[in-house]
């Protein structure tokens, strides 16, 4: 495949490195995984795509789940002066706080909510949409606190349904990919 056309994005994923966990096979990526490096251009590519797909307008603050969300989210941050809200893994007690359980296709964790009140209107960022398990419990606790979501985005979609499919809630996604015979698919939707 010609990758000379493609954007930054798409050729990441194509050229991502495939290791088999037990059963399943997944790509190591630098928006997912930290590994390899990320480079400025892909992350400064994404932003643009995330602030041009978004819904932005009356938007008070973004949250993202810890850990590979922070990059993301901090990057859309800086460029458009909405702030972030980090959702740890790490309980502080702080007025407030609100409790979540995420519910992955690989593990179960509390997570755990700070800054966000009554009536905030929220952009929700992720790195990578897979089971939905995550983002489902995040939008629940965020609708629990009475926070208004008023869009969701993550970059990468792992083709196949997700717990999101009969919420109503619509995710927007910049890429749906899945793996086929040890190579990153890129998948039309």
Known sequence: MDTGDMDQLERSLLEAPIIQKGDYQYFVHPISDGVPMLKPQLLREIVIKIIRKAELEDVDKIVTPAAMG?????????????????IRKRQYGLD???????????????MYINDVSEGDRVLVLDDVLSTGGTLRAIIEALEYIGADVVDTVAVIKKAGPTELDETGHDVKTLITVEVEDG????VEE
């Open 96 to 110: 407030g706080e609100v409790a979540l359980t995420q519910e992955t296709g690989y593990s179960e964790e509390e």
């Open 183 to 186: 190579e990153v698919v890129i």
């Open 70 to 86: 922070i990059h993301i989210s901090t990057a859309v941050s800086l460029m458009t002066d909405i702030p972030l809200v980090v």
